[in-house]
């Protein structure tokens, strides 16, 4: 494509964007931060302040979130947000997921007061535009939960936690990655309550969907076999 459109061509920063989503999508979150560098570098340029500027913005904020630099992803996904409320209003389905995104970044901060606005304000938008059973309501309900998991209300997040399963599997079938995620965190939850055996099967059950969907190596199946061994430790420690 660089060849027929050159290379400052709005469907070449489409193609370094889908390879960065590529990329994201395998783990490797350093990578796909200069794909969707070179997507953003293009849309500056074509657009100026455009929602596929705002996109590229998201994209390179949660890159670079889950490479460990969430400070410097919350700059960007914040300089998106600021682009769609602009473009598009506060009731927009994009918006909402920026909102998400962020409450997650500084989830992941501790900030976790600070996250629950933003995920709630997430939430109120997607409930409006989506079904109560859409994917994208699971994937808040899921944050809201690791939120006051964190903040030690563990029943209150494993309603939540719960709420985000019963959406993901009727949307996806029992062999989601999504499904996987939604596992691992009840498990972690219920082991935060003392229930051993309970958290070990449900961590089983997010470690067989994520090894036969993401493989054995991904940066997530791996986290679930840490948490695995950490409970399974535990297990034998009360016995």
């Given at each position: 494509n660089t060849?027929?459109?050159?290379?400052?061509?709005?469907?070449?920063?489409?193609?370094?964007?889908?390879?960065?989503?590529?990329?994201?999508?395998?783990?490797?979150?350093?990578?796909?931060?200069?794909?969707?560098?070179?997507?953003?570098?293009?849309?500056?340029?074509?657009?100026?302040?455009?929602?596929?500027?705002?996109?590229?913005?998201?994209?390179?904020?949660?890159?670079?979130?889950?490479?460990?630099?969430?400070?410097?992803?919350?700059?960007?996904?914040?300089?998106?947000?600021?682009?769609?409320?602009?473009?598009?209003?506060?009731?927009?389905?994009?918006?909402?997921?920026?909102?998400?995104?962020?409450?997650?970044?500084?989830?992941?901060?501790?900030?976790?007061?600070?996250?629950?606005?933003?995920?709630?304000?997430?939430?109120?938008?997607?409930?409006?535009?989506?079904?109560?059973?859409?994917?994208?309501?699971?994937?808040?309900?899921?944050?809201?939960?690791?939120?006051?998991?964190?903040?030690?209300?563990?029943?209150?997040?494993?309603?939540?936690?719960?709420?985000?399963?019963?959406?993901?599997?009727?949307?996806?079938?029992?062999s989601h990655?999504?499904?996987?995620?939604?596992?691992?965190?009840?498990?972690?939850?219920?082991?935060?309550?003392?229930?051993?055996?309970?958290?070990?099967t449900d961590?089983?059950?997010?470690?067989?969907?994520?090894?036969?969907?993401?493989?054995?190596?991904?940066?997530?199946?791996?986290?679930?076999?840490?948490?695995?061994?950490?409970?399974?430790?535990?297990?034998?420690?009360?016995?």
């Amino acid at each position: 494509n660089t060849k027929k459109y050159g290379k400052s061509h709005s469907i070449v920063a489409q193609c370094w964007n889908n390879l960065g989503n590529a990329v994201f999508s395998l783990g490797d979150y350093k990578s796909s931060i200069d794909l969707f560098k070179k997507a953003l570098d293009i849309d500056l340029k074509v657009y100026g302040k455009h929602s596929s500027v705002a996109r590229d913005w998201n994209n390179l904020g949660m890159a670079c979130i889950l490479f460990g630099e969430t400070r410097k992803g919350i700059m960007y996904i914040e300089k998106a947000l600021d682009y769609d409320l602009k473009i598009h209003g506060p009731s927009h389905p994009k918006v909402a997921t920026y909102w998400n995104n962020l409450g997650q970044a500084w989830l992941d901060l501790g900030e976790h007061k600070k996250a629950i606005k933003y995920l709630q304000n997430a939430l109120a938008i997607d409930l409006k535009t989506y079904r109560e059973s859409h994917p994208t309501v699971a994937k808040v309900w899921n944050n809201l939960g690791l939120a006051w998991d964190s903040l030690g209300n563990h029943k209150k997040a494993i309603v939540y936690f719960r709420k985000g399963l019963d959406i993901d599997i009727k949307t996806h079938g029992e062999s989601h990655p999504s499904v996987a995620r939604d596992w691992n965190n009840i498990g972690m939850a219920l082991y935060s309550q003392g229930e051993y055996k309970t958290a070990l099967t449900d961590l089983q059950k997010a470690l067989s969907i994520f090894n036969n969907t993401l493989g054995k190596v991904h940066p997530r199946t791996r986290k679930v076999k840490i948490n695995i061994a950490i409970v399974k430790k535990k297990i034998d420690g009360v016995r």
